[in-house]
């Protein structure tokens, strides 16, 4: 080193000894992320898009036997995806190449059912292609979900099937541009075609397909892709797949401990993997498109509390489009989508604390002051000093502030630390905690909490108990506008109707005669009888400004009083037609059916059963017959409703009838009692 360098270097760090006080950063409370968790935590929310056979035969899990031929979108335009993805501000997009019904999006040469083998594009298409292609041109990253379980090959369960499943991560990592994500998703086993031998086969995934070399694989050509299931995976699923994470969301988590079904919602203080939580849910019920869940596109205040729940709840979202049979995502998909980007938007545009300095309790030095919580660098962090494991930020507002949100984020960094904090707002010098009825547990990468508008002079965090020195590099305060809220609709087994919605000060208006609900409407003020069939509609509305919200609708059939339980005889088996997804009849030990009768014979076209809408409920048919005055006339799978406990809808040719036998032919969790939360039928007259 020459006498100038020499000089400059003993000048730089006397200048560094008198503005900084060379305090070293606080030692990183283990487990930390690696870079790559890092920067995809920081993607928060991204798409999901589920296409492929089952989009054109109404499948949600395709049998494995549904012809090739039936893949025909007719004005299929990936761009289109891109595009309305964009404008939801999600980040990336991640397609199933191939669902558990085994059907390639990609002419993979490993197997002949793929999309050469369809009328697309006389053979020649390659929806991997079409994608990653779009995602390049528009800016998105692009991510793949393969699935394990493939319900139409025929080595599936056998020692075959590794090398083909290999074989394709091969081909879709080698062609097909940077990945951020590669899904393999939990689904596992059962029955399939398998090659047409109609069987149940089972496989132990820890050891049957190979995990630990495949994310070699693909981490050798995608070091930054996170891997999503299997035994080796960088993040975790939520565990349920309604999109959210619970108020303790820990990323830290150890898949070889013991653990309840539901720990993933909430993470592990203690846990040893830095595992973050990833939110999955669909737009709409189901995962593929139907064309009868066209009214029920989750509404923008639903989406909205769901980014609450999982962003805001230090994980990320990843929400999924049904591309429909056109091969476009469907407009009112994609204009809910783009609201609720919009939404979220402006709840969360104007930061009060931008450029108000704070003041801590306590601060590890000058390189870690509170100032480095409203400042904008993201790695620049208000710090404790060794051993100070709890303290307060203190934030100066204008008199009479209002505000409902907060948002505060850890520098992850060196880990999680936070495990309990308080909000309190001063007014008039007297103190008290915001009104919330969240659980002020973790923080972690971001936690925004929502409470009942206040007026505030001053905002105060209190972190009372956390794992490390605290290192919290971001807060912010909002004053989000009021969001009126879908009203939900119940009907109870005295035929009652009752409409309840959560917006802050809203009313409710509605209907009973099919038209939309204005201001004007009848108000909702306590429950009315519905003892026939009807339509109620209602919207939750701001009297003030004259707004209305999402119009909430339900159809409701026969009413309770029409339904008798004749097998079992039990009382409890009115809670089927209650109203109320949450209370739920077991069937007795041992009994897989219900007999019903109705109250007059009706032309009957389907059914409708809910499923236990309690978290973790047990008990889901999962395999169903249904017999009208001794007749079969309909029987199937349930699919997916361990995971997607959603109200499954049943049509079939009408009959004539009274009688009504519900069979459960296989429950999810086989050792359980057949849970029916709510059963009706579907008639033409
Ligand atoms: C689950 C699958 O069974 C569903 O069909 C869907 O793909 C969901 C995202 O993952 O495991």
Same mark, same amino acid.
């Given at each position: 080193?020459?006498?100038?360098?020499?000089?400059?270097?003993?000048?730089?760090?006397?200048?560094?000894?008198?503005?900084?006080?060379?305090?070293?950063?606080?030692?990183?409370?283990?487990?930390?992320?690696?870079?790559?968790?890092?920067?995809?935590?920081?993607?928060?929310?991204?798409?999901?898009?589920?296409?492929?056979?089952?989009?054109?035969?109404?499948?949600?899990?395709?049998?494995?036997?549904?012809?090739?031929?039936?893949?025909?979108?007719?004005?299929?335009?990936?761009?289109?995806?891109?595009?309305?993805?964009?404008?939801?501000?999600?980040?990336?997009?991640?397609?199933?190449?191939?669902?558990?019904?085994?059907?390639?999006?990609?002419?993979?040469?490993?197997?002949?059912?793929?999309?050469?083998?369809?009328?697309?594009?006389?053979?020649?298409?390659?929806?991997?292609?079409?994608?990653?292609?779009?995602?390049?041109?528009?800016?998105?990253?692009?991510?793949?979900?393969?699935?394990?379980?493939?319900?139409?090959?025929?080595?599936?369960?056998?020692?075959?099937?590794?090398?083909?499943?290999?074989?394709?991560?091969?081909?879709?990592?080698?062609?097909?541009?940077?990945?951020?994500?590669?899904?393999?998703?939990?689904?596992?086993?059962?029955?399939?075609?398998?090659?047409?031998?109609?069987?149940?086969?089972?496989?132990?995934?820890?050891?049957?397909?190979?995990?630990?070399?495949?994310?070699?694989?693909?981490?050798?050509?995608?070091?930054?892709?996170?891997?999503?299931?299997?035994?080796?995976?960088?993040?975790?699923?939520?565990?349920?797949?309604?999109?959210?994470?619970?108020?303790?969301?820990?990323?830290?988590?150890?898949?070889?401990?013991?653990?309840?079904?539901?720990?993933?919602?909430?993470?592990?203080?203690?846990?040893?993997?830095?595992?973050?939580?990833?939110?999955?849910?669909?737009?709409?019920?189901?995962?593929?498109?139907?064309?009868?869940?066209?009214?029920?596109?989750?509404?923008?205040?639903?989406?909205?509390?769901?980014?609450?729940?999982?962003?805001?709840?230090?994980?990320?979202?990843?929400?999924?489009?049904?591309?429909?049979?056109?091969?476009?995502?469907?407009?009112?998909?994609?204009?809910?989508?783009?609201?609720?980007?919009?939404?979220?938007?402006?709840?969360?545009?104007?930061?009060?604390?931008?450029?108000?300095?704070?003041?801590?309790?306590?601060?590890?030095?000058?390189?870690?002051?509170?100032?480095?919580?409203?400042?904008?660098?993201?790695?620049?962090?208000?710090?404790?000093?060794?051993?100070?494991?709890?303290?307060?930020?203190?934030?100066?507002?204008?008199?009479?502030?209002?505000?409902?949100?907060?948002?505060?984020?850890?520098?992850?960094?060196?880990?999680?630390?936070?495990?309990?904090?308080?909000?309190?707002?001063?007014?008039?010098?007297?103190?008290?905690?915001?009104?919330?009825?969240?659980?002020?547990?973790?923080?972690?990468?971001?936690?925004?909490?929502?409470?009942?508008?206040?007026?505030?002079?001053?905002?105060?965090?209190?972190?009372?108990?956390?794992?490390?020195?605290?290192?919290?590099?971001?807060?912010?305060?909002?004053?989000?506008?009021?969001?009126?809220?879908?009203?939900?609709?119940?009907?109870?087994?005295?035929?009652?109707?009752?409409?309840?919605?959560?917006?802050?000060?809203?009313?409710?208006?509605?209907?009973?005669?099919?038209?939309?609900?204005?201001?004007?409407?009848?108000?909702?003020?306590?429950?009315?009888?519905?003892?026939?069939?009807?339509?109620?509609?209602?919207?939750?509305?701001?009297?003030?400004?004259?707004?209305?919200?999402?119009?909430?609708?339900?159809?409701?059939?026969?009413?309770?009083?029409?339904?008798?339980?004749?097998?079992?005889?039990?009382?409890?088996?009115?809670?089927?037609?209650?109203?109320?997804?949450?209370?739920?009849?077991?069937?007795?030990?041992?009994?897989?059916?219900?007999?019903?009768?109705?109250?007059?014979?009706?032309?009957?076209?389907?059914?409708?059963?809910?499923?236990?809408?309690?978290?973790?409920?047990?008990?889901?048919?999962?395999?169903? #017959?249904?017999?009208?005055?001794? $007749?079969? /006339?309909?029987?199937? %799978? *349930? =699919?997916? !409703?361990?995971?997607?406990?959603?109200?499954?809808?049943?049509?079939?040719?009408?009959?004539?009838?009274?009688?009504?036998?519900?069979?459960?032919? #296989?429950?999810?969790?086989?050792? $359980?009692? /057949?849970?029916?939360? %709510? *059963? =009706?039928? !579907?008639?033409?007259?």
């Amino acid at each position: 080193m020459n006498t100038t360098n020499l000089l400059t270097v003993t000048l730089l760090a006397s200048l560094f000894c008198a503005c900084g006080d060379n305090v070293p950063p606080p030692e990183p409370v283990m487990p930390v992320p690696t870079p790559e968790q890092v920067a995809w935590q920081k993607m928060e929310n991204y798409a999901f898009v589920h296409f492929g056979l089952n989009t054109f035969n109404d499948l949600e899990w395709g049998y494995g036997d549904t012809p090739a031929e039936t893949f025909n979108p007719t004005n299929l335009d990936c761009e289109q995806w891109v595009r309305v993805i964009k404008a939801a501000g999600l980040k990336g997009v991640i397609l199933t190449a191939k669902h558990h019904d085994g059907f390639c999006l990609w002419p993979t040469k490993t197997v002949d059912y793929n999309i050469s083998k369809s009328p697309y594009k006389d053979g020649k298409g390659d929806m991997v292609r079409e994608l990653s292609d779009a995602c390049k041109k528009h800016g998105l990253k692009f991510g793949l979900y393969l699935s394990p379980w493939d319900r139409h090959n025929a080595e599936y369960g056998r020692e075959g099937y590794q090398k083909v499943y290999h074989e394709q991560i091969n081909e879709l990592i080698s062609n097909y541009g940077p990945l951020f994500e590669f899904w393999f998703d939990g689904a596992n086993g059962g029955n399939g075609w398998y090659g047409g031998a109609n069987e149940t086969r089972s496989i132990d995934p820890k050891s049957y397909y190979g995990y630990e070399k495949a994310r070699e694989m693909i981490k050798a050509k995608h070091p930054d892709a996170m891997i999503f299931g299997g035994t080796v995976p960088d993040i975790r699923w939520i565990g349920n797949e309604s999109g959210w994470a619970g108020e303790t969301n820990w990323s830290p988590y150890s898949y070889d401990r013991e653990a309840k079904y539901n720990q993933a919602q909430w993470g592990m203080k203690d846990g040893d993997k830095w595992l973050p939580g990833e939110c999955d849910v669909s737009i709409r019920p189901g995962w593929f498109y139907h064309h009868r869940e066209d009214h029920q596109v989750r509404t923008v205040p639903n989406l909205v509390d769901l980014y609450y729940r999982s962003v805001g709840h230090n994980a990320n979202f990843l929400l999924n489009f049904p591309v429909a049979l056109s091969g476009q995502i469907h407009p009112t998909d994609s204009a809910r989508a783009v609201e609720w980007y919009h939404t979220i938007q402006a709840e969360l545009k104007d930061n009060l604390l931008a450029g108000v300095k704070p003041k801590a309790s306590d601060t590890r030095g000058s390189n870690y002051k509170a100032v480095n919580v409203t400042d904008d660098s993201w790695d620049s962090y208000w710090a404790t000093p060794d051993g100070v494991t709890t303290g307060t930020l203190t934030f100066p507002l204008p008199a009479g502030t209002q505000l409902n949100r907060v948002m505060i984020q850890e520098y992850i960094p060196l880990g999680q630390r936070v495990c309990a904090f308080a909000i309190e707002v001063e007014k008039e010098g007297v103190w008290s905690p915001v009104e919330t009825s969240d659980t002020l547990s973790t923080v972690g990468y971001k936690r925004i909490v929502r409470f009942k508008t206040t007026q505030a002079d001053a905002l105060r965090i209190s972190f009372t108990e956390a794992k490390g020195p605290l290192c919290i590099n971001n807060v912010e305060a909002f004053l989000a506008p009021p969001l009126l809220e879908q009203p939900a609709i119940v009907r109870n087994a005295k035929n009652e109707v009752r409409i309840a919605v959560e917006s802050e000060g809203a009313e409710i208006r509605y209907t009973t005669d099919g038209t939309e609900p204005t201001i004007s409407s009848t108000s909702y003020t306590e429950p009315f009888v519905l003892a026939g069939k009807g339509t109620v509609k209602a919207v939750s509305c701001d009297v003030a400004s004259g707004k209305v919200g999402p119009v909430a609708t339900r159809r409701f059939d026969l009413p309770a009083s029409d339904y008798r339980v004749v097998d079992p005889k039990d009382e409890k088996a009115a809670l089927m037609f209650d109203g109320n997804g949450y209370t739920t009849y077991y069937l007795p030990d041992g009994k897989r059916a219900v007999t019903i009768e109705l109250s007059a014979p009706h032309t009957i076209s389907g059914f409708i059963y809910t499923p236990n809408q309690g978290r973790d409920a047990q008990g889901h048919i999962a395999n169903y #017959r249904l017999l009208i005055d001794g $007749k079969e /006339v309909a029987s199937g %799978e *349930f =699919s997916n !409703i361990k995971n997607n406990p959603i109200e499954q809808e049943i049509r079939f040719t009408p009959v004539k009838g009274k009688k009504i036998v519900l069979q459960a032919t #296989r429950v999810v969790d086989e050792m $359980k009692h /057949v849970g029916i939360a %709510e *059963f =009706s039928v !579907i008639t033409e007259d």
